[in-house]
């Protein structure tokens, strides 16, 4: 059974999801932009059969405080501040990370901060390389982050509408039917409290420190042979499949499946994922 509960971390609440035996190894779930431990609502049965589970959701998002933009510096390196924090209050000092989109700057600074920490990563569409932006998608964002005016401002608030938030569930999904309309919804309701915008778009502006961070990560993967499942939405049209294969690049042994979804793979194939994941932690003595 899943339970939601709540932590105060440096006078911040935090809202987590929590699943499975508290001896069990723990994989931590790490959820992107623009969603919350929502994404992972279907996921977490399936792993908490034989995995202690742990899903937040990052200051800003889901159920967690959103404090305004003007009294919290929203930044990347923070986000990961607060999830290190919620470990250590939970005694988690070992796991495994589960990145996706905004995941994986998180789940990056958590394995460079403390790299033992970490028994295995898995990325679904969760990107670490240069390989994997796909440029189209990508240009507002570089156009903001080179020059930030009220014209490239516009461009990437564009995200947060409706219409942009329903694509990124939709797009490269073969059957769209198997989509619910909550997920998008959920999402947009989120993000349009408010005050939230300004908060989402500092995190659009803090993305530029996330590609410097890549040498460390591809150095941290050639050092430590940490295991690596790559299980991606071959589909999408933000990350694209090269930067699933990219990973074999560093990490010589990683897994890399490419599945035919898009960016949000856990609501069109969840078997298949959940299937490689436990299959995945069941080789490396983590379930």
Known sequence: MTRHRYATVNGHTLFYREAGPADAPVIVLLHGFPTSSFMFR????????????????????????APPAEDFDYTFDALADLTAGLLDQLGVT???IYVQDYGAPVGWRLALRVPDAITAIITQNGNGYEAGFV?????????FHRSRTSETEAGVREALTLEAIRWQYLHGVPDETVVSPDTWH???AMVSRPGND????????????NPPLYPRLHEYLRTSRVPVLAVWGANDEIFGPDGARAFAADQPEAEIHLLDGGHFLLESHLDEVAG???NFLAKHNLR
Do not use: C, M
Not at 42 to 59: E, G, T
Not at 135 to 143: H, V
């Open 135 to 143: 440029q189209e998608f990508w240009r507002p964002i570089w156009e």
């Open 186 to 188: 959920h999402d947009f």
């Open 276 to 278: 490689l994941i436990e």
């Open 42 to 65: 279907d996921l977490i049965p399936r792993l908490a059969r034989h995995n202690r589970v742990i899903a937040p959701d990052y200051l800003g998002f889901g159920h967690s405080d």
């Open 198 to 209: 300004v908060i989402q778009v500092k995190l659009f502006a803090d993305y530029a420190t």
């Open 94 to 96: 070992r796991y495994a």
